[in-house]
Each structure stands twice: as structure tokens, then as C-alpha cells.
């Protein structure tokens, strides 16, 4: 018999919801290589609760944004997870902008609350702000995901799953219609076995996927892109996020402002695309600054360079480039028995997605 029932590689947000997901119904081994739980990805974003506007219809990324939302604030309250509903402004450069009236569309299909506001309405709502029209989301928000992460932890431990750091997942394999699988930890190498195999390794999923007998022509490429955040000191100009319209194809959703939960400004990300060998490259070159400032100050012309300072810098798994259409979750069940399942380019919105995405791969198994 296998020593577990499902083993997971990965201990970012969505690997996690996966474990507290699946620890309800079986033996739950979860590995991540890092010293902390979503170290990478999963604590390098900018902690939105997405409303679910953006993304092409019938995507996994509209279906599992819009199901993800409403689970997460439902987690949020159930469990004292500190969130905030701060509601965001997209801002537009003109009032019959075709992206705005794409927005308003794709918002009456879904359902989701969006109200046009003016140029009156949006300075009386947010003197700094400058567009000529804005679009209020209430239902979009931010998140402690720090918090969350450690929430999903200790709710999947609680159930008796395992969760092991410093513990990398190095190969699996097929063995007497099991998954043996190879673990590199602190004390050593040390091999197990599991009834279902789970690949959440985010920015490494195309890599571990190639060591665990699948086929290369089967596994999508990866296109990591890097985006930069800049902090603003002092006190915040806004009360609710600041979006400029979304980037061509979704490449970004812009240079955005967003709120911390103790009140605090940063704005980003950009987007750099990145080579493959330089997903751990989290540098927040000083030059990126000036197209900052001038991205900015087409919303916030008020804004002070001099409270403008370097913060971070998050990579995302993206599988297309910058001239390709946008892609979509990749989640595939490419082993029945024994059952894998692969996620990739688990990229925004994956954090409002993340119990979603617990669900969808529940399901997955499911039917197997």
C-alpha cells in the first residue's frame, strides 16, 4: 500500500488549499522546497481579492475568479482572516473608452456589481485621481495572504495532513501502481509512495513535470514575467485601489495603486519577461523607477517622486509571451491510475482562485 493517499509539490497559496482541501478525505503529504510556506509567487503579488472582469469567457480563470471570490471572503469571515472589501476604480482616459464599455458587458454577463462614475463622480469619490471616466468595483478587495496561507496550513495539520518544508520533490514515477516519488530534505534524500500525485510548483511545475515521466511534447512552455513594486511613504492618497484600463492580451493589469491592510500605498507590477534560467532573479532594478513615475502620473498627477522607493518584485508562470493572446489555467489530469494531476501557469487571479482551484482539483480526482 501507498504511504500516502495524496501527495502535493508545492506549498504556495494553492497548494495548500489543495492539502486542506483533500485532508478531509485521506493521508496528505505536502512538500515544498523553500524555508517558508508561498515564498515565491504566492507572497510576491499584490494581495488583490479580484472581481472577476478581466478574463476571456468561459476561461478556467473567469469560472474558478468568480466561484474563488465568493469562497474566499466566505473563508475570510469563518476563519478571522484580516481582508478588507475596499472596492477599486478602473480609470479611463476618456469617457467612451471601448475597453470601459468591454468592461461593462463582461460585468452585466457575470452579474457582477459595477457602477460608471463620471468625471464629477470621481473626483467628488477620489480627489487625486484624474481620468475622465472611472469604473467602481465594490466587490474587489485585498487579503492578508500571509495570514491566509497560515490559516489553510493549519487547518489541513489539523486534519492529520503532513506538511514538510525544506523538503523538494525531485522525481515520480510509476511503481506498482503507485507514485514512488523522491524527496530531497534537510536530513537527506528519502523516497515514498502516494495513491495520487499533485504538481503546484508554480514557476518549477514544467520542470518537475518533465521528471515524472511525462511527455515533453505534452508539457506547455513556460514564460516567466517578472513584475516590480514600488512602496509610497507617508500618507495614502487613496481610499480605494487605482487601476489604469488592462494591458493589451492581459500581459498586466497595469501599474495599479493598491492598499495594504495597515493603509499603505504600493503601486505595480509592470511586466518584464524574463529567460528561463532566471525565475529566481527578483531584483528590483533602480532604472525601473522613471517609467514608474511617468505610468503613474497619468492617473495621479499629484503624486511626489520623492516618496517613490523600490519594495519587490514577484514572478509570474505565464505560458505566453508578450505577443500572444493571453492563456489560460492549465489543470490536467494526465494519469488516471495512478491519478496526476499537473497545474500550470497558475498565475493572477490564482490567489482569489486558490479554493477554487482546491475544488476543481477535488473533482478532477473524482472522476477518475
Known amino acids: 500500500m501507498a504511504e500516502f493517499d495524496f501527495c502535493i509539490a508545492g506549498g504556495g497559496v494553492v497548494g495548500l488549499a489543495i492539502a486542506r482541501a483533500l485532508s478531509r478525505s485521506g493521508s496528505v503529504l505536502l512538500a515544498e522546497k523553500n524555508d517558508l510556506f508561498g515564498s515565491e509567487t504566492s507572497s510576491r503579488n499584490s494581495e488583490v481579492i479580484h472581481a472577476g472582469l478581466y478574463y476571456p469567457a468561459g476561461s478556467l480563470k473567469e469560472r474558478l475568479c468568480l466561484q474563488g471570490k465568493a469562497l474566499l471572503y466566505d473563508f475570510c469571515n469563518r476563519h478571522n482572516?484580516?481582508?478588507?472589501?475596499?472596492?477599486k476604480l478602473i480609470i479611463a482616459p476618456t469617457a467612451n473608452h471601448p475597453k470601459i464599455q468591454a468592461l461593462q458587458t463582461t460585468a452585466a454577463r457575470l452579474n457582477i456589481p459595477l457602477q460608471y462614475l463620471?468625471?464629477?463622480?470621481?473626483?467628488?469619490?477620489?480627489?487625486?485621481?484624474?481620468?475622465?471616466?472611472?469604473?467602481?468595483?465594490?466587490?474587489?478587495?485585498?487579503?492578508?495572504?500571509?495570514?491566509?496561507?497560515?490559516?489553510?496550513?493549519?487547518?489541513?495539520?489539523?486534519?492529520?495532513?503532513?506538511?514538510m518544508r525544506q523538503t523538494h520533490v525531485s522525481a515520480a514515477r510509476v511503481k506498482n501502481n503507485h507514485w514512488q516519488i523522491d524527496l530531497q530534505t534537510?536530513?537527506?534524500?528519502?523516497?515514498?509512495?502516494?495513491?495520487?500525485?499533485?504538481?503546484?510548483?508554480?514557476?518549477?511545475?514544467?520542470?518537475?513535470?518533465?521528471?515524472?515521466?511525462?511527455?515533453?511534447?505534452?508539457?506547455?512552455?513556460?514564460?516567466?514575467?517578472?513584475?516590480?513594486?514600488?512602496?509610497?511613504?507617508?500618507?495614502?492618497?487613496?481610499?480605494?485601489?487605482?487601476?489604469?484600463?488592462?494591458?493589451?492580451?492581459?500581459?498586466?493589469?497595469?501599474?495599479?495603486?493598491?492598499?495594504?491592510l495597515s493603509g499603505q500605498v504600493r503601486f505595480g507590477p509592470d511586466t518584464q519577461y524574463l529567460h528561463r534560467n532566471q525565475i529566481d532573479d527578483y531584483q528590483v532594478p533602480t532604472e525601473r523607477e522613471s517609467a514608474f513615475y511617468a505610468a503613474i502620473r497619468n492617473y495621479f498627477p499629484g503624486i511626489d517622486r520623492q516618496r517613490l522607493h523600490a519594495d519587490y518584485a514577484g514572478i509570474r508562470p505565464k505560458l505566453h509571451s508578450a505577443s500572444?493572446?493571453?492563456?489560460?489555467?492549465?489543470?490536467?489530469?494526465?494519469?488516471?491510475?495512478?491519478?496526476?494531476?499537473?497545474?500550470?501557469?497558475?498565475?493572477?487571479?490564482?490567489?482569489?482562485?486558490?479554493?477554487?482551484?482546491?475544488?476543481?482539483?477535488?473533482?478532477?480526482?473524482?472522476?477518475?
Open 324 to 368: 500572444q493572446p493571453a492563456a489560460d489555467f492549465d489543470i490536467r489530469l494526465t494519469h488516471v491510475t495512478p491519478a496526476a494531476i499537473h497545474l500550470f501557469g497558475i498565475e493572477s487571479p490564482g490567489l482569489t482562485s486558490s479554493l477554487a482551484i482546491a475544488q476543481e482539483v477535488t473533482e478532477l480526482l473524482q472522476m477518475a
Open 186 to 260: 534537510s536530513d537527506g534524500p528519502y523516497q515514498t509512495s502516494a495513491s495520487v500525485f499533485i504538481n503546484a510548483t508554480g514557476l518549477h511545475a514544467q520542470q518537475l513535470a518533465s521528471q515524472c515521466d511525462m511527455n515533453s511534447a505534452d508539457i506547455p512552455p513556460l514564460y516567466p514575467c517578472r513584475g516590480h513594486y514600488f512602496s509610497y511613504s507617508g500618507k495614502a492618497p487613496f481610499s480605494h485601489l487605482i487601476y489604469p484600463l488592462p494591458e493589451d492580451n492581459l500581459t498586466g493589469l497595469g501599474i495599479h495603486a493598491t492598499l495594504d
Open 81 to 87: 482572516v484580516p481582508y478588507r472589501r475596499t472596492g
Open 118 to 163: 463620471d468625471q464629477h463622480a470621481l473626483t467628488a469619490l477620489e480627489p487625486d485621481v484624474q481620468g475622465q471616466c472611472a469604473l467602481l468595483s465594490p466587490t474587489t478587495g485585498i487579503i492578508d495572504s500571509h495570514h491566509y496561507m497560515q490559516t489553510l496550513a493549519q487547518l489541513a495539520q489539523a486534519n492529520n495532513a503532513l506538511l
